[in-house]
């Protein structure tokens, strides 16, 4: 009686963090020479749908960010470079991007763009993209630097998670849409709370 007591506890506090996750949008402000570029459009859309699809309103900007933006119901903005090539930046040889999911302002996001080209391939650097933001956007709401066994959130993608990709979004992890959420849910506490 009492396991099933906490279970309709859980879900009850997973259906309240849910809602507050859609009554808000997560902002993310992209910087980049690539805006208006209908590559970052259609990698932007489908980014947005893949959270989506787990109750998270995202909403891509291109630019400064507008001062209306500052703290909005979801807290601050999220901050987004899209650099044309990775140079000499810390991140390992074949990382694609990486997040400062701990930082309070600032950039907290870097895209090798170098890094995602698929010459062969235009369509699918528009797909890959959309799942490099996905994941480093979950970075930066989970607030914590881990990945997930496999889905969007995974380390790593192979052969066949790139194939995945093709005909459909990877998905998210049942643990990494219970800490978006939660993320959420601490992003807006602190943004009420300053």
């Known amino acids: 009686m009492k396991m099933k007591t906490y279970w309709v506890v859980g879900i ?4 309240g963090l849910s809602a507050q996750a859609e009554e808000c ?13 209908a590559m970052l459009l259609r990698a932007e859309i489908q980014a947005a749908a893949m959270f989506r699809e787990i109750g998270v309103a995202v909403r891509f900007r291109n630019g400064a960010v507008r001062a209306n933006d500052a703290n909005d119901a979801c807290g601050a903005p999220i901050m987004l470079q899209i650099d044309s090539q990775a140079g000499d930046q810390p991140p390992a040889e074949h990382t694609l991007a990486y997040a400062t999911p701990y930082a309070k302002s ?9 890094r995602i080209a698929e010459r062969l391939n235009p369509y699918f650097e528009t797909v890959l993209l959309a799942h490099v933001l996905a994941h480093e956007i979950t970075h930066v709401l989970e607030q914590v630097a881990r990945h997930s066994a496999d889905g969007v959130m995974k380390a790593h993608w192979d052969r066949r998670d790139k194939e995945d990709m093709k005909s459909h979004s990877l998905p998210f992890a049942a643990i990494d849409v219970e800490l978006i959420h939660i993320g959420i849910a601490e992003r807006t506490h602190a943004a009420v709370m300053e």
């Open 25 to 37: 949008n997560v902002t993310v402000y992209v910087h980049t020479s690539l805006s208006g570029s």
């Open 106 to 114: 600032g950039t907290c996001i870097h895209i090798f763009m170098d």
């Open 12 to 15: 009850a506090m997973a259906a």
